[in-house]
């Protein structure tokens, strides 16, 4: 039996292929020589908020836009295989990445694996047992502050061996309430290219 998303997903991807064209001859590098780190919230489409069609520029998405190990390795790869040379590092208010700690995901998880309830204050877990330990042992970026943030990742990005020194790295968080991004002055001056 196949869920109602499947089935959703399937028939815009019949309408999206119905209307491809010549979508087919878009190079692999992107054609505006960009990348983008930003958050995998579903409120943020980079494609909208940064004026992009397809094939323009690399967007990396994960929880938080955090510089992890896994999200530098794509940049790196964005640049030395597909040649962008500026990258932009874009953090969002309201992020749910501020709304627990480490400590929390992981008693979460070693309690129970479903989804966790939130109140506006404390997650918890609606029912227990059936968890893992594991969740102690990763490290899961959460947020302070958005502006802090951006600034860490900027610097970890700016500091990383693999990453030449003149591409610039620019910072912002964007708003979900008014679609605006907002710079950070201190990550972007950070990032600057030597």
């Not at 030395?80 to 627990?100: A, P, Y």
């Not at 102690?136 to 693999?162: A, M, N």
């Amino acid at each position: 039996m196949t869920s109602k998303i499947v089935n959703e997903v399937m028939d815009a991807n019949a309408k999206y292929v119905a209307g491809f064209g010549g979508k087919s001859g878009l190079a692999m590098p992107p054609a505006r020589r960009f990348a983008i780190l930003t958050c995998m919230d579903a409120r943020l489409d980079p494609a909208k908020y940064a004026g992009l069609a397809e094939g323009d520029a690399h967007v990396v998405r994960n929880a938080g836009g955090r510089a992890s190990d896994d999200a530098i390795r794509s940049l790196v790869i964005s640049h030395k295989l597909l040649g962008t040379n500026e990258w932009f590092v874009i953090h969002h208010t309201d992020c749910g990445m501020e709304l627990f700690c480490d400590e929390v995901m992981a008693e979460l998880l070693d309690d129970n694996l479903n989804t966790a309830a939130f109140d506006g204050k404390n997650w918890s877990n609606p029912q227990h047992g059936g968890g893992c330990a594991a969740g102690h042992f990763i490290k899961w970026h959460t947020i302070k502050s958005q502006e802090e943030s951006v600034l860490q990742d900027v610097l970890r990005i700016r500091q990383h061996p693999l990453v030449p020194r003149d591409i610039p790295i620019y910072g912002y968080v964007y708003d979900v309430k008014s679609g605006r991004l907002n710079e950070v002055a201190k990550a972007t001056q950070a990032g600057r290219a030597a």
